[in-house]
């Protein structure tokens, strides 16, 4: 498998740690969001994906895969060891739903497409952006604090896709200097996954094309 993936886009950083936790191994393709107006728009590229965002996964028979979820969902199904998936059904809703709110509700708002449409387009300054960021970052986090448990990961000993969701989240989040001291849920994951090393493996500072 070939995966095509940027070091800090948070989308390739949730198929990454899918990978680390199920112990398999993918080619990586580096593809810049920034230098050269964003290797995304290349054409060479837009055929790979023609939504021109990471992640990419080009599997053996040469099939692509695009969007996160839908990427995290075939490898769930056709490498289910270890589960990040419940087997019970309405586990599976839970851990579902918090993965539904950092990738629908809230990774869209703060994605550089849409914020530099607030600013070259709205014509927004630097810290209305960044307060836009902070809104909905946090909106979404409280919801999540609301939602998980007291111990372990978001939903107990074992991460579940919540936790493949909830990190790259929180290190967007850091990344922005959004507060999050009034999550200590949130931080208690953070800091359990900070200590794992396929959570490890997967962040961007540890990624080859990090900067
Ligand atoms: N919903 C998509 C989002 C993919 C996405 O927006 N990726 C960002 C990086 S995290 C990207 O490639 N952005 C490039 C751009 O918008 O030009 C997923 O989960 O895969």
Known sequence: MKLYTYWRSTSSYRVRIAFALKKLEAEQAFVHLVRNGGEQNASSYRAINPQGRVPALELDDGSILIQSPAI???LEEIYPTPALLPSDPLARAKVRAVASIIGCDVHPLHNVGPLNHLRKVVGRS??????????????????????????????????????VFLLPQLYAA???????????????????????????????ANQPDAE
Do not use: M
């Open 72 to 74: 995290l969902e075939y």
């Open 126 to 163: 630097e810290p209305e952006v960044t307060a836009w960021i902070a809104a909905w970052v946090g909106q979404g986090l409280s919801t999540v604090e609301a939602l998980i448990g007291n111990e372990g990961f978001c939903f107990g000993p074992e991460p579940t896709l919540a936790d």
């Open 174 to 204: 850091r990344r922005f200097a959004v507060p999050l001291e009034a999550y200590p849920r949130i931080l208690r994951v953070e800091k359990v996954a900070g200590e794992h090393p396929a959570f490890l493996s997967a962040h961007p």
